[in-house]
Every structure is written in C-alpha cells, then in structure tokens.
C-alpha cells in the first residue's frame, strides 16, 4: 500500500529519474529513523536520568529471557509458512553462515590475528541481532515480514549459538583441554530462543490447539520485547574507543557485516531462486550487528571482550546507512 502510494506520488511530483530504489528509501527512512531514535534514546537515558548499569542488565535479561522468547513463541506458533520458500532460505542461510566463518578463519590466520582476536572477529562475521531485524521488518512489511523473518531467525538462531560456543572453546581454550560438551549443552538446553523456537514449533503442528490464554500472555509479553531491547542496545553502545593498538581485527569485524555476510546470503538465495520481500528479508539479516549476548560469551570463554564490544557498537550504528544501501540495490 505505502510503496503504491509512494509510485503515484512518483507519477506526479517526481523526475522520471527517481526509480524503484527510491521508493524502498523513501518507505524505509522513517522506519529506520525510528529505530535509530528509540538506539540514541536508550543511549541518553543511560547518561542522565537511568545511569545505573544494572537497571539496564536488567532489561536485557528480562527481554533476552521472558520478552522475546514470548514473541518468538507466538509468531511462530501462529504463522502460515505455507508457500514460503523454506528449503532454500534454510539452505541459503546456512550457506551463508559457515560461508562466512571460513572466510574470516582464513582471513584471521592470515593477517596472524591472535586467537581471542579472532574469536570476537568470528562471532561479529556469523552472530546476528534479530531483535533489530524483526523491529525493521515490521515496519516495512508487517505481519507478513515478520512470519519470514521469524522463519529466517529460528533457522540461524540454533546453529550460530552452537557455532559461538564451538569457536571460543576451540581457539581459547584448547590447551586448557577443556570438554565443549558441557558447555554446548548449557548453551541449548538455557538458551530462551532455542526453548520459544521449539515450544513455538509444538504448538503449531501439536494435534491439539494452544489454549487461548497463554497465546494471549505470549501476545502481551512479547509487545514490550522488541522497544525494550532497541533501549537496550543503544544504553549498551560503546561511544568511545577503548582498543590499544592494531584496529584490524575492528576493520574485520565491521567488514564482515556490512559487505561479506549480507553479500554471501543474498548471492545464495538468487541461486536458489528467492526474490522478492523474501530476498530483502535475508539481506536485512545480513547485515545484521552481531548479537549482544557475545560480549557475555566472550567473557566467559576467554575471548577479547573489549574488542567484542568495540564491534558491536560499530556494527550497530553502520548496519543501518548499509542496509539502505542493500535494499536500494536489491530493487
């Protein structure tokens, strides 16, 4: 509808020059404008009236632990995957995901980046922050976009947090001899998104209905999910470097979301034939920052934190000026 009164406003106002990419910038600007107010916001409360750091860990963990597993929950639940395309957007995004991590691995070892270096680098390449995703897509495509987007993001969620725990254990700390099994079964069996992309799953082909209110308790939790983790993620940005020495493992970091992994996912899903709003839902994943709960794994697992941070505040702030770029492109 937007993009149909945007062609007409185009019919009468504009230069015969302003093409279909500028319809998608013109819809997706005020979306993203809003994304990007409600980051600065969660940034200023953060220095004046809301200072305390716990009060904003404190958010994250409701929202990491009740609010958006309880979306997840509901949307996949009650979504009609019926006619998507899900075998090749499962193929296409797991393409890109261990695409991109043998391209960073080698990369990483050529350049003799150290091994909690390249660890954070790693998790900034394949990590993603699907709370922004789904916040973005649901204000250029609605419900629909979300359905989509909730299919991409139960399809990477599993094996990127499998990945995150195989990686820092394999480079921090193999001579330590530690065993990753305990670890990689912490990370499923408490993982919330894991739990609400499973529960969601067994509620939607269970031969019995959900009963109506716990869809309903999911529906009224899952509302503050995505705002309150916009506020979050912009209180917990990094405005001030803190990296001693080499920024390669940054410039890494930042490449990799901006350029690599948005490119590899969006040239596989053209060879497996996706186009259309499923093709700019999978670059908007692409391009994705990295997924906040990194910094925690990196702490915990040896990594660089510091440069994990660094990468995802960076990543934060120049994924959304390349995700119009994306969309222009794509249409």
């Not at 790693?122 to 990590?127: C, E, K, M, N, V």
């Amino acid at each position: 509808m937007i993009e149909t009164g945007l062609c007409y406003a185009q019919s009468l106002f504009l230069p015969p020059i302003f093409n279909k990419g500028d319809v998608i910038l013109l819809t997706a600007l005020p979306v993203l404008f809003s994304v990007v107010i409600v980051l600065f916001l969660g940034q200023l409360l953060s220095r004046t009236i809301l200072k305390e750091a716990t009060f904003w860990q404190g958010i994250s963990k409701l929202s990491y632990w009740v609010l958006f597993p309880a979306l997840l929950f509901k949307t996949i639940s009650q979504s009609d995957f019926t006619g998507m395309e899900i075998e090749a957007i499962i193929s296409t995004m797991l393409v890109g995901l261990f695409g991109v991590l043998i391209i960073f691995w080698l990369i990483g070892r050529r350049v003799k980046l150290s091994n909690a270096d390249l660890s954070s680098v790693l998790q900034g390449a394949f990590r993603h922050n699907g709370f922004m995703a789904l916040a973005i897509i649901a204000g250029l495509y609605g419900e629909a976009g979300v359905e989509i987007g909730t299919l991409c993001l139960a399809i990477l969620v599993p094996p990127s947090n499998v990945m995150s725990v195989c990686v820092l254990i394999y480079l921090n700390k193999r001579d330590q001899k530690t065993n990753m099994a305990p670890f990689l079964a912490k990370e499923i069996v408490r993982n919330p998104l894991i739990i609400a992309i499973i529960a969601g799953l067994v509620a939607k082909y269970a031969p019995f209905d959900t009963p109506d209110f716990i869809l309903e308790t999911a529906e009224l939790l899952g509302r503050g999910a995505l705002p309150a983790l916009l506020l979050a993620v912009g209180a917990g940005v990094q405005l001030t470097s803190r990296i001693k020495g080499s920024f390669v493992p940054l410039g890494l970091g930042i490449l990799a979301k901006i350029i690599i992994f948005p490119a590899l996912l969006v040239g596989t899903a053209i060879g497996f034939g996706i186009e259309g709003m499923s093709l700019s839902i999978i670059a908007i994943f692409g391009v994705m920052p990295t997924a906040v709960s990194a910094y925690a794994l990196a702490r915990e697992l040896d990594g660089n934190a510091d440069l994990m941070a660094e990468i995802i505040s960076f990543q934060t702030f120049l994924s959304l000026p390349a995700m119009l770029i994306w969309l222009s492109v794509l249409s």
